[in-house]
C-alpha cells in the first residue's frame, strides 16, 4: 500500500497567502478537512477536536483541564499542560481558518467559541504572566474571527439586522480587550481588524436600509425610560428569534 500523499497533492499547488481547504472522504466515510499547507497537506477531522485524539478520554484537553480546575484546588497549569495546551490552540486555530474558507461559518463560530473559553481557562490559571501575555495578545484576533463569523452566519440565515448586531457586540468585545491592558487602547482606532468591522457595519447598513436595529432600538427606549416602547421591542426581538 503506497504511503505517499502525491494523489492528495496532484493538481492543488501551495498558494502563499492563500487559506486552501477542502472537504473529502476518507475511506471510511467519514467527512474531514484538507488544508494545503507548503510542504503537503494537513488533515482535520471535522467533529470533536481536529487530530481526532480524545485526550485522557475528553472531548478536547480544554475539558479535561476544566475537569482538573474544577476538583483541585489553586489549580496551575503545569508546564507539560502547557504544552498540551498549545497544541490544542494551534489545531483549532488551522481548523478554524478552513471554515471560514469554506464558508461553513456556524462551525467557525463554534470553534472561535471554544479557543475563546480556552483562554479564559488559561488566563485564570496560567503559571506566570509571560504565559498569560503570550496567548492574551491574540484575544482580538480570535473575536474578530467570531465576530466574522456571527455576521456571515446571521446573513445567510436572512437576518441583516442580526448581522449589524454581532459587528457591535465584536466591536464591543474588541474595545473591551484593549481597555483591558493587553493591547495599546490609543491604538483602536488604528486597527485593521476595528476598521474593518466599522466598514462592514456601513455597508450592511446602506445596502439593507437599516439605520437602527430592534436591539438598538431597545437600548435607546431603555436609555429614555420609555418602557412602554421597551416591552414592545422586546417581544419583537423574541418573536424574531
Known amino acids: 500500500m503506497s504511503q505517499d500523499i502525491d494523489a492528495a497533492l496532484r493538481g492543488w499547488d501551495f498558494k502563499a497567502g492563500l487559506v486552501q481547504a477542502r472537504l473529502v472522504r476518507a475511506k471510511n466515510g467519514r467527512q474531514v478537512i484538507h488544508m494545503r499547507v507548503d510542504l503537503g497537506v494537513l488533515q482535520l477531522e471535522t467533529a470533536g477536536r481536529p487530530d481526532g485524539v480524545r485526550p485522557h478520554g475528553f472531548a478536547s484537553y480544554r475539558d479535561y483541564l476544566e475537569h482538573e480546575a474544577r476538583i483541585r484546588?489553586?489549580?496551575?497549569?503545569?508546564?507539560e499542560q502547557c504544552l498540551?495546551?498549545?497544541?490544542?490552540?494551534?489545531?483549532?486555530?488551522h481548523r478554524r481558518l478552513c471554515w471560514l474558507a469554506l464558508r461553513r461559518f456556524g462551525h467557525a463560530l463554534a470553534d472561535a467559541e471554544h479557543t475563546l473559553a480556552f483562554?479564559?481557562?488559561?488566563?485564570?490559571h496560567s503559571?506566570?504572566?509571560?504565559?498569560?501575555?503570550?496567548?492574551?495578545?491574540?484575544r482580538g484576533f480570535v473575536l474578530f474571527h467570531r465576530t466574522q463569523a456571527a455576521v456571515e452566519l446571521a446573513l445567510e440565515q436572512g437576518n441583516p439586522e442580526v448581522a449589524i448586531d454581532e459587528v457591535r457586540s465584536g466591536l464591543a468585545r474588541i474595545r473591551a480587550f484593549f481597555a483591558?491592558?493587553?493591547?495599546?487602547?490609543?491604538?483602536?482606532?488604528?486597527?485593521?481588524?476595528?476598521?474593518?468591522?466599522?466598514?462592514?457595519?456601513?455597508?450592511l447598513r446602506r445596502k439593507h436600509r437599516i439605520k437602527a436595529t430592534l436591539q438598538e432600538q431597545?437600548?435607546?427606549?431603555?436609555?429614555s425610560e420609555d418602557y412602554e416602547t421597551a416591552a414592545r421591542l422586546r417581544d419583537a426581538l423574541r418573536r424574531r428569534q
Open 119 to 124: 483562554m479564559d481557562l488559561v488566563r485564570d
Open 127 to 138: 503559571p506566570n504572566e509571560d504565559y498569560t501575555r503570550a496567548h492574551e495578545q491574540y
Open 84 to 93: 498540551e495546551a498549545d497544541r490544542e490552540f494551534l489545531q483549532y486555530y
Open 73 to 79: 484546588p489553586r489549580f496551575v497549569l503545569s508546564e
Open 180 to 203: 483591558s491592558g493587553e493591547a495599546a487602547e490609543e491604538h483602536l482606532d488604528e486597527d485593521g481588524m476595528v476598521q474593518r468591522l466599522r466598514e462592514l457595519e456601513v455597508e
Open 218 to 223: 431597545l437600548d435607546e427606549a431603555v436609555a
